[in-house]
């Protein structure tokens, strides 16, 4: 398996526009995290998904976020309109079926907002 | 209650010295505690996970002392060598999958 993959790598946008993120999780895995890693507040979980429903969305930080997971093999994020504070590497992770096991997590995507 | 706190937040050891990193949690319902270690550009991957049954799990030259009474962990990288440096995060969790992480901690090894 090629891991989780996520795209784009990179994205820069202007202030306003409208931004979305991709996750493919590892076939097999039935949860799936949204992380935002920044210098100040380190490794933040957004939202997880068990099973393609979201479960717990308590650290979205505002109603500009929003996350979907059609289906069992393909997640969003997506953010509008966007802020330089949003301003991150976000990070999608998926583990397998069971209690405490392993999170892998995607490369990231560097976000800057200008 | 969901806090986990680690320290330091940046270390510098010399190779083959043995840095040690902390962590403190306050929920009780935690049962679950991994670390993770992360390279510039990459996700962050597991390294080392106890539960709280054991007071001491190694793996290769790491180690993770538990201590429960206390409600804290530590990582300990022996012989620690240049490619150990990055950033490791500890984390927690307790019947969910939801992961709780440190604040990480940038590690230096000097050759």
């Known amino acids: 398996d090629a891991g989780v993959i996520q795209s784009p790598r990179h994205e820069v946008t202007e202030m306003g526009q409208e931004v979305t993120l991709r996750c493919k999780p590892i076939?097999?895995?039935?949860?799936l995290f949204w992380y935002r890693q920044t210098m100040m507040r380190g490794l933040e979980l957004l939202i997880y998904?068990?099973?393609?429903?979201?479960?717990?969305d308590s650290g979205m930080p505002e109603d500009r976020f929003s996350a979907k997971m059609p289906n069992a093999s393909f997640s969003t994020l997506k953010i509008q309109p966007s802020e330089p504070r949003d301003s991150a590497v976000y990070f999608c992770?998926?583990?397998?079926?069971?209690?405490?096991?392993?999170?892998?997590f995607g490369q990231g995507t560097r976000l800057t907002v200008v | 209650q969901q806090q986990v706190k680690q320290s330091p937040q940046s270390l510098i050891v010399q190779k083959g010295g043995i840095p040690i990193i902390n962590c403190a949690y306050e929920n009780t319902a935690f049962d679950y505690f991994p670390w993770y270690q992360q390279f510039p550009g990459k996700g962050p991957a597991l390294l080392i996970a106890i539960r709280p049954d054991v007071s001491e799990k190694k793996e290769g030259r790491f180690t993770i002392s538990f201590n429960k009474s206390a409600k804290q962990f530590s990582l300990h990288i022996m012989d620690s060598q240049p490619g150990d440096s990055a950033t490791y995060f500890c984390?927690?969790?307790?019947?969910?999958?939801?992961?709780?992480f440190g604040q990480g901690t940038r590690l230096t090894i000097n050759p």
């Open positions: 998904f068990n099973n393609n429903v979201p479960i717990d």
């Open positions: 076939s097999g895995h039935n949860s």
């Open positions: 984390a927690a969790s307790g019947g969910a999958q939801k992961l709780v």
């Open positions: 992770a998926s583990t397998y079926p069971g209690m405490n096991t392993e999170a892998f």
